[in-house]
């Protein structure tokens, strides 16, 4: 769903608080309410007047006791209830004061994304725990004409914790393509990394990739999700981006938010134009176009679920 949130549902805060060691917090429902005993993200109902970032502040502060310091947009879901038509409009929340406590008769538990072990948890909720296993920064491979040179760089950037890697390489003739696609899976998978193929949905089943990055024509084309694990799209305007939820991918990418020097003068979203674009999104959307990994709090703060770099992952 695009644009302004309706208004005759339920608007709902909800806080996905995470550690610095990658683990965020479950709830279970409180006896008396719709849905006691299932585990949610801290939150709630926004109020008359309030804007959403307020009610989010409140609720933590009466169901946990603690500040909110840092929080940002994140996802949108729209769920029906039997009870309740609910907009639920998740934040990141990385940064607050005290340490969280049960203040109306909750259980608490950390979780580690993609290893949930609590049960069960509300309906809503389950596309949002595969959105929160998706890694902060996502490599685009740039090996050009040394592929075997590359390896170095990748062995690297997996040392250092990069978890998602797209392989896009437009010029590298296809059997050699194939073997680069091979030994990249392998370094990535010894190091619990998934790897996308840009495009080649073909090439992705046959080596047993994790999945495949679709572009603007593909997803124009295509009727039906590829079959593979993780599906994304490559989207630069409203248009893709509807047509990427459309088609149930799992993220997509919005660029170029910034010049880049292999493009200069290109037209750019700019921050603003890239806020717009992915307010009220339920994909996780993960900002591309003359980036580093510095700038991952600003596509943060932007509505971003992480970053897509270039060059900036292999250094
Ligand atoms: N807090 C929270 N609510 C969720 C999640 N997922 C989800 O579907 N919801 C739905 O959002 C709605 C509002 O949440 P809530 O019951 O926490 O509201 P609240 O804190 O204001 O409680 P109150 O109504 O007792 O004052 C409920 O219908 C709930 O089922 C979630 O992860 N966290
Ligand atoms: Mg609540």
Same mark, same amino acid.
């Given at each position: 769903m695009n644009g302004a949130i309706p208004i005759d549902r339920?608007?709902?805060?909800?806080?996905?608080?995470?550690?610095?060691d990658?683990?965020?917090?479950?709830?279970?429902?409180?006896?008396?309410?719709?849905?006691?005993?299932?585990?949610e993200f801290p939150g709630g109902k926004v109020e008359p007047g309030e804007t959403v970032h307020a009610a989010l502040v409140r609720e933590l502060h009466e169901e946990l006791g603690i500040e909110v310091t840092h929080a940002t947009p994140w996802l949108t879901r729209y769920f029906d209830y039997p009870h309740a038509h609910v907009t639920l409009l998740f934040f990141l929340v990385s940064g607050w004061h005290g340490e969280p406590?049960?203040?109306?008769?909750?259980?608490?538990?950390?979780?580690?994304? @993609?290893a949930i072990n609590v049960a069960p948890v509300l309906p809503a909720n389950h596309p949002v725990f595969a959105a929160l296993a998706?890694?902060?920064?996502?490599?685009?491979?740039?090996?050009?004409?040394?592929?075997? @040179?590359?390896?170095?760089?990748?062995?690297?950037?997996?040392?250092?914790?990069?978890?998602?890697?797209?392989?896009r390489e437009k010029s590298m003739?296809?059997?050699?393509?194939?073997?680069?696609?091979r030994d990249v899976l392998a370094r990535a998978q010894a190091h619990q990394a998934q790897v996308l193929l840009n495009a080649d949905v073909a090439l992705a089943q046959r080596i047993g990739a994790h999945g495949v990055q679709l572009n603007a024509t593909q997803l124009g084309e295509l009727s039906r999700r590829p079959d593979l694990p993780l599906v994304a799209a490559s989207c630069h305007n409203v248009a893709e981006l509807d047509r990427a939820e459309a088609l149930g991918c799992d993220f997509a990418l919005l660029s170029p938010v910034l010049p880049t020097p292999s493009h200069p003068g290109a037209p750019v979203l700019g921050w603003g134009n890239f806020a717009a674009l992915c307010a009220g999104r339920t994909l996780p959307i993960y900002a591309l176009g003359g980036l580093s990994s510095t700038d991952l709090d600003s596509a943060r703060q932007h509505g971003a679920h992480g970053v897509a770099l270039l060059r900036g992952a292999w250094q």
């Amino acid at each position: 769903m695009n644009g302004a949130i309706p208004i005759d549902r339920t608007q709902v805060a909800v806080a996905v608080i995470t550690r610095a060691d990658g683990t965020f917090l479950l709830a279970s429902r409180p006896p008396g309410k719709p849905y006691a005993g299932y585990w949610e993200f801290p939150g709630g109902k926004v109020e008359p007047g309030e804007t959403v970032h307020a009610a989010l502040v409140r609720e933590l502060h009466e169901e946990l006791g603690i500040e909110v310091t840092h929080a940002t947009p994140w996802l949108t879901r729209y769920f029906d209830y039997p009870h309740a038509h609910v907009t639920l409009l998740f934040f990141l929340v990385s940064g607050w004061h005290g340490e969280p406590h049960a203040k109306e008769g909750q259980t608490l538990a950390w979780q580690t994304p @993609g290893a949930i072990n609590v049960a069960p948890v509300l309906p809503a909720n389950h596309p949002v725990f595969a959105a929160l296993a998706l890694p902060a920064v996502y490599g685009i491979t740039q090996a050009g004409s040394d592929p075997t @040179g590359f390896m170095t760089r990748l062995d690297n950037a997996l040392e250092s914790g990069l978890r998602l890697i797209q392989i896009r390489e437009k010029s590298m003739p296809a059997a050699t393509l194939e073997t680069f696609a091979r030994d990249v899976l392998a370094r990535a998978q010894a190091h619990q990394a998934q790897v996308l193929l840009n495009a080649d949905v073909a090439l992705a089943q046959r080596i047993g990739a994790h999945g495949v990055q679709l572009n603007a024509t593909q997803l124009g084309e295509l009727s039906r999700r590829p079959d593979l694990p993780l599906v994304a799209a490559s989207c630069h305007n409203v248009a893709e981006l509807d047509r990427a939820e459309a088609l149930g991918c799992d993220f997509a990418l919005l660029s170029p938010v910034l010049p880049t020097p292999s493009h200069p003068g290109a037209p750019v979203l700019g921050w603003g134009n890239f806020a717009a674009l992915c307010a009220g999104r339920t994909l996780p959307i993960y900002a591309l176009g003359g980036l580093s990994s510095t700038d991952l709090d600003s596509a943060r703060q932007h509505g971003a679920h992480g970053v897509a770099l270039l060059r900036g992952a292999w250094q």
